[in-house]
C-alpha cells in the first residue's frame, strides 16, 4: 500500500524559511515523478514542483522558482520541500504527491496518483 505523510508545516513570519518532509512507503524513489502541490479555501490545488525521476527533469511553478527548493533522500524514503524567502500568499496547505506507474513529471494534479494528508504552512507579514 502506498502511503505519503507530510509533516513540518507551522507559522513562520515573511522572509522566513520551513523545510516540508514526506515521508512514503509502499514503493521506491528511482523511476517515479513525485511533486508537491498547494491549496488554499476555494481555490484549485496548484503544483508547486516535481522531479520527474525517469527524464531527470526538477521545474518550479514560476511564483515559488528561485525560493523552494525540492530535494529527495532514498536512503530515508523521504521528499522535502525547502522554502525560503516564504511570503504571506505562500500561506496554504502543502500535499506531497507520487505517481508510480508510466511517471509523467508535471504541475498538474491530475496525473498523480497517490496524495498526502497536507499540512498547513501560514505565512505572517
Known amino acids: 500500500e502506498v502511503q505519503l505523510v507530510e509533516s513540518g508545516g507551522g507559522l513562520v513570519q515573511a522572509g522566513g524559511s520551513l523545510k516540508l518532509s514526506c515521508t512514503v512507503s509502499?514503493?521506491?524513489?528511482?523511476?517515479?515523478?513525485i511533486g508537491w502541490f498547494r491549496q488554499t479555501p476555494g481555490k484549485e490545488r496548484e503544483g508547486v514542483s516535481y522531479?520527474?525521476?525517469?527524464?531527470?527533469?526538477?521545474d518550479y511553478a514560476p511564483s515559488v522558482k528561485g525560493r523552494f527548493t525540492m530535494s529527495i533522500d532514498d536512503v530515508n524514503n523521504t521528499m522535502y520541500l525547502q522554502m525560503n524567502n516564504l511570503k504571506p500568499e505562500d500561506t496554504a496547505t502543502y500535499y506531497c504527491?507520487?505517481?508510480?506507474?508510466?511517471?509523467?513529471?508535471?504541475?498538474?494534479?491530475?496525473?498523480?496518483?497517490?496524495w498526502g494528508q497536507g499540512t498547513q504552512v501560514t505565512v505572517s507579514s
Open positions: 522531479i520527474d525521476q525517469i527524464d531527470g527533469r526538477t
Open positions: 509502499g514503493f521506491r524513489f528511482g523511476h517515479v515523478a
Open positions: 504527491a507520487a505517481q508510480v506507474d508510466l511517471p509523467v513529471g508535471s504541475l498538474e494534479k491530475v496525473y498523480y496518483d497517490y
